[in-house]
C-alpha cells in the first residue's frame, strides 16, 4: 500500500498488506487485491471532509488500533453461540471471529454454498466480472477498499434457476479473542431467473468483546428473483460493524431488506441497490434503538436506471443516552426511467437531551411521469398519547415505553416471518434507553 500518512491505522494496516508475502488466488484476483490496496493508501480513511462519512467519525477504530488478521490465524476458542433468531430451513453457517467455523450445512439441490476459495474456482467467470465491480477509489470507499484487498475469508450462495432455497442463517459471533482485530468478509449472493431465498444475518458479540468486522455483501439478482434480507445485530458497545452491500436487479427482481441495529459502538451500513431492468422492487427498511454512546449510521442509494420500478426505504430510530443516529438516504431516477415510483421516510424519538439524529433524505429526478415523496421527522413522544394512556391507569414509565416500542414495531411489523416479528417486539423492549424521558426533561 501508499500510504497517505494521514492515520496510524493507514501504517499499520497498510504493513499488514506488506507482510502478505504474495496475495493468493488467479492473476486477475491478485491484481484486484493489489489495485485496492493501492487505493487504500492513496485515499487514506474518511474524515469530516468526505461528505459521505461527514457525521459518523472513527474516533472508536483509532482508539482501539485493531490488527488485521492473518489469513491462517485460528478462529473463536470455544463458548456457547447464540440462540439463532430464526428457525432456518436451509440451515445455519457460522462464522465465528471473522472466519467460517465448521463444515457448511448440506442444502437442497438448487442451492449452493461455498467458502470464497472454492468459489473462486466454480464461479470464476461470475468473480471475476462481479467482484471487482464495487467502487474502491476514494476515503468514502476505503474500508470496501481494504476488504478487497485482504479478500480471502468468504462465502457464495448461489440459487439456481426457479428454486427455491427456503431461508437461510448466517450466524456472526465475536468473542474477546478477536478483540484486537478487525475482520474482512466477503458475502456473495447469486440468484437466478425466478430463484428466491431468505437469508438472515445475526450479529452477536460477548459482553466484553470489541474489535470490528468489515463486511462487503455483493448481490446478483436475475430477472424474476427474490431475495428478503434481514440483519438483526446486538454487537457489544465496544464493537464495531462496517457493512456496505451492494445489490444489482434485473427486470422484474424484489430485494427486501430489513435492518434491526439493537447494539454495537460503532455501527454503519451503506446500501448500494441499482434497478438495471425495468420492473425491478427495492424495499429497504430499518429499525436502531441506542442508548449510553452508541452510534449506528445507514447510508442509503437507490438507483432508479430503467422504467417502472418503485423503491421505498422506511426508517425509524430511537436514540438515548449520548447516542447518535445518521439517516442519509438518497434515491436517483434517470433519465428515461419514467413511470418510477419512489417513497422515503424517516421518524426518530429523541429520549434525551444529549442524544442526536442526523438525518437527511434526498430525491434526484430526471424523468417524467414520476410519483415520489419523502419525509423526515426528529421530535419527542407525544404528550397527548402519553396522557391518554396515564388517564387509563399506566405510570408514566409504563406508557413511555409502550409508546416507543410500537414507534419501532412499526418496522417488525412489516416482516412476513410473524415469528420473527414477535421476537424483535421483545428484543426492541428490552434494548429500550434507561429512563425514558424525553429531550429537554431532567
Not at 176 to 202: C, H, I, P, W, Y
Request: charged content about 20%.
Amino acid at each position: 500500500m501508499d500510504s497517505a500518512g494521514t492515520s496510524p491505522l493507514i501504517d499499520q494496516w497498510s504493513d499488514a498488506f506488506r507482510a502478505v508475502r504474495q496475495p493468493t488466488g488467479p492473476d486477475w484476483l491478485r491484481e484486484l487485491k493489489e489495485e485496492a490496496a493501492h487505493e487504500f493508501g492513496v485515499s487514506g480513511l474518511p474524515g469530516r471532509k468526505t461528505e459521505a462519512w461527514k457525521y459518523t467519525p472513527l474516533r472508536m477504530l483509532e482508539q482501539q488500533s485493531p490488527l488485521i488478521r492473518a489469513a491462517e490465524s485460528a478462529a473463536f476458542a470455544g463458548g456457547d453461540l447464540p440462540e439463532p433468531v430464526i428457525a432456518a430451513s436451509a440451515g445455519i453457517v457460522d462464522v465465528r471471529n471473522g472466519l467460517l467455523a465448521g463444515s457448511l450445512p448440506k442444502t437442497t439441490p438448487g442451492l449452493t454454498l461455498q467458502p470464497m476459495a472454492a468459489g473462486i474456482e466454480s464461479f470464476s467467470a461470475t468473480l471475476q466480472r462481479l467482484l471487482p465491480a464495487v467502487e474502491l477509489s476514494g476515503s468514502a470507499n476505503a474500508f470496501t477498499a481494504l476488504n478487497t484487498a485482504f479478500l480471502d475469508q468468504g462465502l457464495i450462495v448461489h440459487v439456481a434457476e426457479n428454486v427455491d432455497g427456503g431461508s437461510l442463517l448466517l450466524r456472526w459471533s465475536r468473542s474477546v479473542e478477536a478483540s484486537s482485530r478487525l475482520d474482512n468478509f466477503r458475502l456473495v449472493v447469486l440468484l437466478e431467473a425466478g430463484a428466491k431465498l431468505d437469508l438472515t444475518e445475526q450479529f452477536d458479540g460477548t459482553s466484553d468483546a470489541c474489535g470490528a468486522l468489515n463486511l462487503v455483501t455483493q448481490v446478483e439478482l436475475a430477472a424474476g428473483a427474490e431475495l428478503g434480507h434481514i440483519r438483526v445485530q446486538r454487537e457489544s458497545e465496544d464493537a464495531a460493524l462496517l457493512t456496505k452491500t451492494a445489490v444489482a436487479q434485473a427486470a422484474g427482481s424484489r430485494y427486501r431488506y430489513y435492518g434491526f441495529d439493537l447494539g454495537g459502538g460503532l455501527v454503519r451500513h451503506e446500501i448500494v441497490a441499482t434497478l438495471e431492468g425495468e420492473g425491478a422492487q427495492t424495499d429497504i427498511n430499518g429499525a436502531f434503538v441506542l442508548d449510553h454512546k452508541r452510534h449506528v449510521d445507514n447510508h442509503i442509494s437507490v438507483d432508479h436506471a430503467a422504467p417502472d420500478c418503485s423503491s421505498s426505504q422506511f426508517f425509524r430510530g430511537v436514540l438515548g443516552g449520548s447516542s447518535r443516529g445518521v439517516f442519509n438516504g438518497r434515491a436517483l431516477i434517470r433519465p428515461g426511467a419514467d413511470g418510477s415510483s419512489v417513497r422515503q421516510s424517516n421518524a426518530n424519538l429523541l429520549l434525551s437531551p444529549l442524544a442526536e439524529m442526523d438525518t437527511k433524505p434526498e430525491l434526484e429526478i430526471y424523468a417524467d411521469e414520476v410519483e415520489a415523496s419523502h419525509g423526515a421527522t426528529v421530535g419527542q413522544l407525544d404528550e397527548t398519547a402519553i396522557f391518554y394512556m396515564r388517564s387509563r391507569g399506566l405510570s408514566m414509565d409504563e406508557s413511555r415505553r409502550i409508546l416507543t416500542a410500537a414507534f419501532c414495531h412499526a418496522v417488525s411489523d412489516r416482516l412476513q416471518d410473524r415469528s420473527l416479528a414477535e421476537r424483535l417486539s421483545g428484543m426492541f423492549d428490552a434494548a429500550m434507553p434507561g429512563g425514558l424521558t424525553t429531550a429537554g426533561e431532567p
